[in-house]
């Protein structure tokens, strides 16, 4: 198991921009795969971006439809810690954000809140119109 918590949410204006930070514990992070998912009152927990391990060179990346050119996901394994950086926000993006992780070496898309076991307690984004 991993530890995450996240940081770095807040109240931003449209337009601007955000850093938000998961710091993990443990020292296996970066056999960790991990996700950003957020949750706007309501509404089901949604996929906002995935980044896999780093093998032979190679990071697998991928993003929501809704987010994709805006938002930035990476991660530094010897800080033990995943970034979604965001910009050009918009009111639609107010949500509770969290941070995801599954221990696996397997680096397709994954999408599916269900498919990850760990879980930071989320940070607050709100855009204002």
């Known amino acids: 198991q991993v530890q995450l918590v996240e940081s770095g949410g807040g109240l931003v204006q449209a337009g601007g921009s955000l850093r938000l930070s998961c710091a993990a514990s443990?020292?296996?992070?970066?056999?960790?795969?991990m996700g950003w998912f957020r949750q706007a009152p309501g509404k089901e927990r949604e996929f906002v971006a995935a980044?896999?391990?780093?093998?032979?060179?190679?990071?697998?990346?991928w993003y929501a439809d809704s987010v994709k050119d805006r938002f930035t996901i990476s991660r530094d394994n010897a800080m033990n810690t995943v970034y979604l950086q965001m910009n050009s926000l918009k009111p639609e993006d107010t949500a509770v954000y969290y941070c995801?992780?599954?221990?696996?070496?397997?680096?397709?898309?994954?999408?599916?809140?269900?498919?990850?076991?760990?879980w930071g307690q989320g940070t607050q984004v709100t855009v204002s119109s």
């Open positions: 443990g020292r296996t992070f970066s056999s960790y795969y």
């Open positions: 980044i896999s391990l780093s093998g032979a060179g190679i990071r697998y990346i």
């Open positions: 995801a992780a599954v221990l696996t070496d397997d680096w397709r898309r994954r999408a599916d809140p269900n498919e990850y076991n760990n």
